[in-house]
Protein backbone atom coordinates (compact mmCIF):
# COMPACT_ATOMS: atom_id res chain seq x y z
CA UNK A 1 0.00 0.00 0.00
CA UNK A 2 1.22 3.74 -0.76
CA UNK A 3 0.87 5.57 2.23
CA UNK A 4 0.90 9.32 2.28
CA UNK A 5 2.76 10.56 5.59
CA UNK A 6 0.94 13.73 6.80
CA UNK A 7 3.29 14.90 10.03
CA UNK A 8 1.69 17.59 11.57
CA UNK A 9 3.22 20.87 12.43
CA UNK A 10 3.87 19.97 15.86
CA UNK A 11 5.92 17.00 15.16
CA UNK A 12 7.76 18.50 12.44
CA UNK A 13 8.84 21.49 14.36
CA UNK A 14 9.79 19.51 17.69
CA UNK A 15 9.37 16.12 17.39
CA UNK A 16 10.61 14.58 14.33
CA UNK A 17 11.87 11.71 15.09
CA UNK A 18 7.90 10.25 15.56
CA UNK A 19 7.91 11.10 12.04
CA UNK A 20 11.03 8.88 11.39
CA UNK A 21 9.52 6.23 13.35
CA UNK A 22 6.47 5.92 11.87
CA UNK A 23 8.28 5.24 8.54
CA UNK A 24 10.47 2.84 9.66
CA UNK A 25 7.50 0.76 11.46
CA UNK A 26 5.27 1.14 8.02
CA UNK A 27 8.42 0.14 5.67
CA UNK A 28 8.82 -2.78 7.61
CA UNK A 29 5.68 -4.15 7.22
CA UNK A 30 6.22 -3.94 3.93
CA UNK A 31 4.39 -0.59 2.40
CA UNK A 32 5.41 2.19 0.65
CA UNK A 33 5.52 5.89 2.22
CA UNK A 34 5.38 9.19 0.27
CA UNK A 35 5.91 12.53 2.10
CA UNK A 36 4.43 15.07 0.09
CA UNK A 37 6.69 18.69 1.12
CA UNK A 38 3.64 20.83 0.38
CA UNK A 39 1.71 20.00 3.73
CA UNK A 40 1.07 22.28 6.55
CA UNK A 41 -1.08 22.65 9.38
CA UNK A 42 -4.68 20.51 9.70
CA UNK A 43 -5.96 24.39 11.28
CA UNK A 44 -6.40 23.21 14.25
CA UNK A 45 -5.08 25.67 16.64
CA UNK A 46 -6.94 28.47 14.19
CA UNK A 47 -10.54 26.72 14.69
CA UNK A 48 -9.53 25.81 18.06
CA UNK A 49 -8.76 29.44 19.45
CA UNK A 50 -11.97 31.14 17.49
CA UNK A 51 -10.28 32.02 13.80
CA UNK A 52 -12.66 29.67 12.46
CA UNK A 53 -12.96 31.69 9.05
CA UNK A 54 -8.91 31.40 8.94
CA UNK A 55 -9.41 27.40 9.07
CA UNK A 56 -10.61 27.49 5.93
CA UNK A 57 -7.75 28.38 3.56
CA UNK A 58 -5.52 25.63 5.51
CA UNK A 59 -8.66 22.72 5.63
CA UNK A 60 -8.77 23.47 1.71
CA UNK A 61 -4.97 23.43 1.16
CA UNK A 62 -5.14 19.79 2.85
CA UNK A 63 -7.67 18.73 0.69
CA UNK A 64 -5.72 19.60 -2.29
CA UNK A 65 -2.36 18.25 -1.17
CA UNK A 66 -3.99 14.96 -0.62
CA UNK A 67 -7.25 14.31 -2.43
CA UNK A 68 -5.46 11.80 -4.56
CA UNK A 69 -3.54 9.79 -1.94
CA UNK A 70 -4.61 6.32 -1.33
CA UNK A 71 -4.28 6.45 2.35
CA UNK A 72 -3.02 9.26 4.97
CA UNK A 73 -1.83 8.45 8.29
CA UNK A 74 -1.68 11.10 10.84
CA UNK A 75 0.74 10.41 14.07
CA UNK A 76 -1.40 12.66 16.45
CA UNK A 77 -5.58 12.04 17.45
CA UNK A 78 -5.66 15.65 17.66
CA UNK A 79 -5.24 16.78 14.51
CA UNK A 80 -7.30 13.36 12.70
CA UNK A 81 -9.96 14.81 15.33
CA UNK A 82 -9.89 18.09 13.71
CA UNK A 83 -10.34 16.75 10.60
CA UNK A 84 -13.25 13.75 11.35
CA UNK A 85 -14.87 16.33 13.60
CA UNK A 86 -14.82 19.91 12.50
CA UNK A 87 -13.92 19.72 8.12
CA UNK A 88 -17.17 19.12 6.85
CA UNK A 89 -18.84 21.82 8.96
CA UNK A 90 -15.95 24.78 8.53
CA UNK A 91 -16.57 23.75 4.26
CA UNK A 92 -20.22 24.27 5.01
CA UNK A 93 -19.56 27.38 6.97
CA UNK A 94 -17.67 28.65 4.28
CA UNK A 95 -20.73 27.79 1.98
CA UNK A 96 -18.02 25.27 -0.26
CA UNK A 97 -20.02 22.85 -1.46
CA UNK A 98 -17.39 21.36 -3.54
CA UNK A 99 -15.03 22.14 -0.62
CA UNK A 100 -17.30 19.50 1.45
CA UNK A 101 -17.95 17.01 -1.08
CA UNK A 102 -13.67 16.52 -1.38
CA UNK A 103 -13.69 16.65 2.53
CA UNK A 104 -16.20 13.44 2.77
CA UNK A 105 -14.64 11.89 -0.18
CA UNK A 106 -10.94 12.11 1.56
CA UNK A 107 -11.83 11.68 5.32
CA UNK A 108 -12.50 7.62 5.09
CA UNK A 109 -9.03 7.79 3.84
CA UNK A 110 -7.30 9.35 6.80
CA UNK A 111 -6.14 7.55 9.89
CA UNK A 112 -4.66 8.08 12.86
CA UNK A 113 -1.11 5.85 12.80
CA UNK A 114 -2.38 3.27 15.50
CA UNK A 115 -5.71 2.83 14.38
CA UNK A 116 -4.18 1.80 10.85
CA UNK A 117 -2.37 -0.14 11.96
CA UNK A 118 -5.60 -2.24 13.68
CA UNK A 119 -8.15 -1.38 12.00
CA UNK A 120 -7.06 -1.00 8.72
CA UNK A 121 -4.13 -3.33 8.56
CA UNK A 122 -5.30 -6.25 11.21
CA UNK A 123 -1.67 -5.54 12.35
CA UNK A 124 -1.02 -5.80 16.45
CA UNK A 125 2.40 -7.20 16.31
CA UNK A 126 4.74 -4.94 14.09
CA UNK A 127 8.15 -7.16 15.15
CA UNK A 128 9.24 -4.47 17.89
CA UNK A 129 11.37 -4.87 21.00
CA UNK A 130 11.57 -2.55 24.01
CA UNK A 131 13.29 -3.81 27.02
CA UNK A 132 11.34 -1.36 29.31
CA UNK A 133 8.71 -0.91 32.36
CA UNK A 134 6.28 1.51 30.09
CA UNK A 135 2.69 3.24 31.16
CA UNK A 136 0.56 4.57 28.12
CA UNK A 137 -1.56 8.21 28.92
CA UNK A 138 -4.90 8.06 26.47
CA UNK A 139 -4.93 11.40 25.29
CA UNK A 140 -8.52 12.69 25.04
CA UNK A 141 -8.85 13.34 21.59
CA UNK A 142 -7.66 9.64 21.44
CA UNK A 143 -10.67 8.59 24.02
CA UNK A 144 -13.12 11.00 23.20
CA UNK A 145 -13.25 11.60 19.97
CA UNK A 146 -11.57 9.21 17.76
CA UNK A 147 -12.56 6.28 20.22
CA UNK A 148 -9.37 3.91 19.67
CA UNK A 149 -10.19 2.13 22.90
CA UNK A 150 -7.47 -0.37 23.67
CA UNK A 151 -5.85 -0.06 20.04
CA UNK A 152 -2.78 1.50 21.47
CA UNK A 153 -2.67 -1.03 24.31
CA UNK A 154 -2.87 -4.63 22.12
CA UNK A 155 -0.20 -2.71 20.41
CA UNK A 156 1.89 -2.05 23.27
CA UNK A 157 1.40 -5.51 24.73
CA UNK A 158 3.05 -7.15 21.44
CA UNK A 159 6.14 -5.77 21.77
CA UNK A 160 8.88 -7.70 23.22
CA UNK A 161 10.48 -7.25 26.26
CA UNK A 162 7.93 -4.42 27.41
CA UNK A 163 6.56 -4.53 30.99
CA UNK A 164 3.13 -2.58 30.23
CA UNK A 165 1.78 -0.77 33.68
CA UNK A 166 -1.52 0.69 33.71
CA UNK A 167 -1.71 4.06 35.31
CA UNK A 168 -4.95 5.30 37.84
CA UNK A 169 -7.69 7.51 36.55
CA UNK A 170 -6.40 6.52 32.97
CA UNK A 171 -9.45 8.51 31.94
CA UNK A 172 -8.28 12.19 33.39
CA UNK A 173 -6.39 14.35 30.95
CA UNK A 174 -3.05 15.87 30.85
CA UNK A 175 -4.24 19.29 31.53
CA UNK A 176 -2.57 20.77 28.06
CA UNK A 177 -5.39 21.36 25.72
CA UNK A 178 -3.10 23.27 23.55
CA UNK A 179 -3.80 27.15 24.32
CA UNK A 180 -5.79 25.91 27.27
CA UNK A 181 -2.89 25.00 29.20
CA UNK A 182 -1.77 28.86 28.64
CA UNK A 183 -5.58 30.73 28.94
CA UNK A 184 -6.08 28.78 32.04
CA UNK A 185 -2.60 28.03 33.72
CA UNK A 186 -3.65 27.37 36.96
CA UNK A 187 -5.90 24.43 36.39
CA UNK A 188 -3.93 23.01 33.79
CA UNK A 189 -1.29 22.54 36.24
CA UNK A 190 -3.25 21.09 38.78
CA UNK A 191 -4.31 18.51 36.25
CA UNK A 192 -1.18 18.51 35.16
CA UNK A 193 0.23 17.59 39.01
CA UNK A 194 -2.39 14.90 39.21
CA UNK A 195 -1.65 13.02 35.99
CA UNK A 196 2.00 13.14 36.97
CA UNK A 197 1.70 11.43 40.44
CA UNK A 198 -0.21 8.70 38.69
CA UNK A 199 2.10 7.79 36.45
CA UNK A 200 5.09 8.11 39.07
CA UNK A 201 2.72 5.90 40.60
CA UNK A 202 3.48 2.79 37.94
CA UNK A 203 7.35 2.89 38.53
CA UNK A 204 7.14 2.96 34.86
CA UNK A 205 10.70 4.14 33.04
CA UNK A 206 8.79 5.16 29.80
CA UNK A 207 5.58 7.68 29.62
CA UNK A 208 4.02 6.99 25.91
CA UNK A 209 0.87 8.34 23.91
CA UNK A 210 -0.35 8.65 20.94
CA UNK A 211 0.37 12.58 20.69
CA UNK A 212 3.24 14.45 21.24
CA UNK A 213 1.67 17.12 22.34
CA UNK A 214 0.48 15.69 25.96
CA UNK A 215 3.74 14.01 25.92
CA UNK A 216 5.16 17.62 26.12
CA UNK A 217 3.20 18.72 28.96
CA UNK A 218 4.03 15.62 30.86
CA UNK A 219 7.62 15.40 30.36
CA UNK A 220 8.16 19.30 31.21
CA UNK A 221 6.80 18.06 33.98
CA UNK A 222 8.55 15.15 34.92
CA UNK A 223 11.70 16.71 33.95
CA UNK A 224 11.47 19.90 36.65
CA UNK A 225 11.14 16.92 38.85
CA UNK A 226 13.75 15.51 37.72
CA UNK A 227 12.06 11.93 37.71
CA UNK A 228 14.34 10.77 35.17
CA UNK A 229 11.15 9.32 33.49
CA UNK A 230 11.12 9.50 29.46
CA UNK A 231 8.37 9.85 27.44
CA UNK A 232 7.90 8.78 23.94
CA UNK A 233 5.71 8.67 21.12
CA UNK A 234 4.39 5.04 20.17
CA UNK A 235 5.82 5.34 17.17
CA UNK A 236 8.87 5.28 18.75
CA UNK A 237 8.40 1.93 20.43
CA UNK A 238 6.76 0.64 18.26
CA UNK A 239 10.59 1.50 15.51
CA UNK A 240 12.58 -0.21 18.34
CA UNK A 241 14.22 -3.48 17.26
CA UNK A 242 16.43 -5.94 19.41
CA UNK A 243 19.21 -4.99 16.25
CA UNK A 244 17.96 -0.74 16.32
CA UNK A 245 17.96 1.83 18.45
CA UNK A 246 15.54 2.91 20.86
CA UNK A 247 13.43 6.01 21.48
Known sequence: MRVSLFI?????ALFPQTGKAVVNVLERLGHEIEFRPEQTCCGQMHWNT??????????????????????????SSSCVSMMRD????????????????DVEALLPRVYEFSEFLVR????????????????YHASCHSMRSLHLGDIPIRLLK?????????????????????????KNADVSSAML????????????????????????????????????????????ILAATAEGAEA
Open 8 to 12: TCYND
Open 158 to 182: QVRGLDLQPVQNAQECCGFGGTFSI
Open 50 to 75: GYLREAVPIIRHFVKVYQDAETVVIP
Open 193 to 236: ADKVRMVLNTGAEVCTAVDNSCLMHLYGSLHRQRTFVRTAHIAE
Open 120 to 135: KLGVEDVGATYPHKVT
Open 86 to 101: HYVKAAEMDGDAKLVA
